[in-house]
């Protein structure tokens, strides 16, 4: 009973904010008995954040798969309210993982995955908050389950309420960017609206108010994110740049998309992380005779007389 109490106390102080009223904790061998044949991890945690999917379990067991059937799924606890459990084997050095709430129809999105309130209740267990409504489970042991608590997903984001969707415009004045070869390269931007795929290469706005500017249209949800990186170029280090305060550069933000539906950014002070400096590009470039036009309604690239499309490949 005074091993139960002690318990119980722990978890009252990691989610006073979550409940007003006390919560019974299941003790080891409560969780141990969910453990699957073979499995060295066992993982339970306490929540009032809204359910209405199955919550998986990925992480370094799995190489961070997203693959839903590759996932563990967590389940009740029986006679627990609100507390669920799972299994797996993992074998790295380093375990690291998160629960994330599946979608509607069974897809996976990060979009709904630990939010950044996580407390620890027993075991071996570091939290490491993110940066952008996330954090990471990291270096629990294998002895005993680890338990925690929270109360909300990322940023709040609710998959069991219909999203709210709107057709978005993101305009953006971006930096010049060409390596020392003068190779040039238009901006492109990433987000939920393609999965954090490869990014999508921005349009370039000829004439009007944002002449010389990129644009791109999409439709998403709102709560979801996006940012930019190089077209072309797959190297996530070639993010354009921005100045703090103290003058020194950090990686462009996620944005997060809201009710305004025209999103205006001035990212021309920056910088892209892999192009050489602003003035030096462009000698590079006007040296090797290299012309942006606009061709039937499309953004061509001239090295000399030879052609490109804005994905860099030559016609």
Excluded at 4 to 30: G, Q
Aim: hydrophobic fraction near 40%; charged fraction near 25%.
């Amino acid at each position: 009973m005074k091993k139960f109490f002690s318990f119980a106390c722990a978890l009252f102080a990691c989610v006073a904010a979550f409940a007003t009223v006390e919560v019974p904790v299941p003790d080891d061998a409560t969780l141990n008995a969910y453990k699957a044949e073979g499995a060295n991890v066992v993982v339970a945690f306490y929540t009032t954040a809204p359910i209405c999917n199955p919550i998986v379990f990925t992480g370094s067991y799995c190489g961070w798969s997203t693959d839903p059937t590759a996932l563990v799924k967590f389940e009740s606890v029986e006679g627990f309210e609100n507390w669920y459990v799972t299994s797996f084997t993992d074998a790295s050095d380093s375990i690291q993982g998160k629960p994330v709430q599946l979608k509607s129809d069974g897809s996976f999105s990060w979009d709904y995955q630990l939010g950044d309130d996580a407390e620890v209740v027993r075991g071996t267990l570091t939290i490491e908050k993110g940066y952008a409504g996330e954090v990471n489970l990291k270096g629990y042991g294998t002895d005993a389950p680890v338990v925690f608590a929270f109360g909300k997903w990322k940023n709040d984001n609710n998959p069991c309420v219909a999203a709210e969707r709107h057709n978005y415009t993101v305009i953006l004045d971006a930096p010049y960017c060409a390596d020392e070869a003068g190779t040039y390269f238009d901006p492109a931007i990433i987000g939920t609206f393609n999965n954090w795929s490869e990014g999508v290469a921005m349009d370039l706005i000829v004439g009007g108010d944002y002449d010389g500017k990129y644009k791109y249209e999409f439709e998403d949800e709102v709560g979801h994110e996006f940012k930019f990186k190089a077209a072309t170029d797959t190297d996530w280090s070639n993010q354009i740049q921005l100045l703090d305060s103290a003058g020194n550069y950090y990686d462009n933000p996620n944005i997060k998309l809201g009710a305004d539906t025209v999103i205006i950014l001035d990212y021309s002070a920056g910088k892209y992380t892999k192009c050489v400096e602003e003035q030096t590009a462009v000698e590079n470039v006007e040296a090797k005779n290299i012309r942006k036009v606009i061709e039937n309604g499309r953004l061509v690239i001239y090295v000399g007389e030879e052609r490109y499309n804005a994905l860099g490949i030559k016609e």
